[in-house]
């Protein structure tokens, strides 16, 4: 079995609870004390932090955020939870903005600097990468926190990142190969197109020992063929700007097993517990069993310029019982390959898309509806076909030119690129709810 | 050494850098209630005779008498010394009945406390609370000198005290023998001079 801290990897259940406790509570004293967004957020509410002593006074006390509350309060006070001319702010790092509600603002300080790559590390490590390997990474920095995020990652973990996100993917694969990495990072969509087309030019790359996958879920068979193809494990990292890193990953076992029948199922993410806590709650607040599926919630356990205390990530995840993976590690566990939304947003090419926005672009007039599919298309590329409907009596030369100002302005305002077709009204089906209007048949959900 | 790295400049920040990457190490060993980028300030060691202390602590071991005076509030005549890895010691002789006169008379002097500095006293005293110690006297009053005391209970045996506060820097003109003769005291946690009718 792979260690990354002997330290962390040797504490018992109960060491580690109460290292998680101690430090929950020491969180949510210090942001009440010190983050101005949090004394903003706690002076609506009666928190009396100095009364906090255990996880459960935590949970049953002290009030959930949401991004919402978090743009609000940059509104209120504009720059964030620090100000960003502060002196000790070393970073800003943004989201991306795609919901169309705002940018987050994440200020850095130092200390968050030198700890941004030590989650990550674990989950390199855990798979079996060794200091002096080289990782592919393939997604794009085109956002603020991605770029030092991968870097410290590897520095973390002593790998030398290898630089995929510009070329071609026949480059990609040329530098797989050249550079002899042990690792790639990507999603699984861009997973599975450099296989379709490692396949078709016949390439194996012997060295590979690991795929991290990253931000959006698939499926088990998909996964299983994968790690075959390739002969290497499929891992899975979660995090996001909000946890500085990834909050859990999978170990060596992988993000996929097989069962004694023969069939692959989805294996276990293992909670990085001693940097963040997380919760999985139901919409009531309360926290689901073992078993059952909730959204996340997050408190991250270091100190930070920006803290975040039992912030609600709108990711979805099937928690299991601590320790339930067969590396023996006393950890919290979740199901690997499901984590969703609990909003309609989709994932496409690793852009946050919420159909808001997109109804936001897409709805004036003459448009009266449209529906949207996000689909693998036969060189493996994730595509985004988007069907439009103008109003009955539309002249045709009047709107001529609309569908590629339409899809120009989808590009700028959410991100990604779509194909537009126009169709007769009364061939558009009919559905109740928005969130219908979006399809995803990608390849890699196969369950 | 802090002349060279102040508060900016490459040497600071590297010196930033390299206590944030001892935060995470110390964390990542399981440290969890650690004062993040303290530093021990000094040792205080009570003693009946100051001038002879005065004598083995500067003379013979080489300190450099950097501030002192008395300390009405605490009823204690006190000398500083520094030496050149940065260490000092304060030696505290009493001069009224308290706890320094009740420490000497019970104990017979000796090492009465140690003194961090921290850059963040409430950062401090959270950890100290997820840690389980008990913090006692914290004193808030002064913007410019905030401290609090762990209580021997919970370290063992030793007395800490913790201070959020500017370093204070040599004195000009401070000497032993002005400090034993009643010249300077401390005031806003600063020695100044007596302004004693007579000296006026």
Redesign the interface.
Known sequence: MAVANPVVEGMDEAELLGFVSRAAVAAVRRAAATSPLYRWFYARSDLRPERLSTLDDVRRHVPMVTKRDLLDYQETLPGGGATPADSYVRQLHLTSGTSGAGREIYPRDARDLAGLGIPGAYEYLWAGLVPGDRLMLTIPYSQTMAGPYFQETCAAAGLVPINGFSGSTAERLHDLERFACAGISATPSYVHRLTLEAREAGLRLPELKAIFLSGEPYGAAWAHETAAFWGATVCEGWGATQTLGVAMCTCERGAVTVDGDGGPRHGVLHGLDHRCWIEVLHPDGSPVAPGEAGEIVVTGLRPSAQPVIRFRMADRVRLLEPGSCDCGRRTSCYAAGTIGRVDDMLKIRGMNVWPDAMDAVLLRSPVVDYRGRVHTDERGREAVDVTIAFEPGTPPESVAGLPARLAADVRRAVGVSVDITVVEPERMPVEQFKSRRWTDERAVRDD | MRDLVGDGGVLGILG??I???L??FA????M??IV?GSRLDHVGIVVRDLRAAATLYGDLLGGTLVSGGVHEGMGVRSLHFAYGSGSKVELLQPVRPGPIERFLESRGGGPHHLTYFTP?L??SL??F????LSVVDVDRSAPEWQEAYLSPRGTQGCLIQIVEGPDVDPVPGLTVDSVLNGEWEWRDHRPRRVMSEARR
């Not at chain 2, 609370?129 to 389980?132: E, I, K, R």
């Open positions: 930033e850098r206590a944030a990457l935060g995470e964390w990542e060993i399981g969890d209630s993040e963040d409430t950062a959270d950890g609370a997820g840690g389980g």
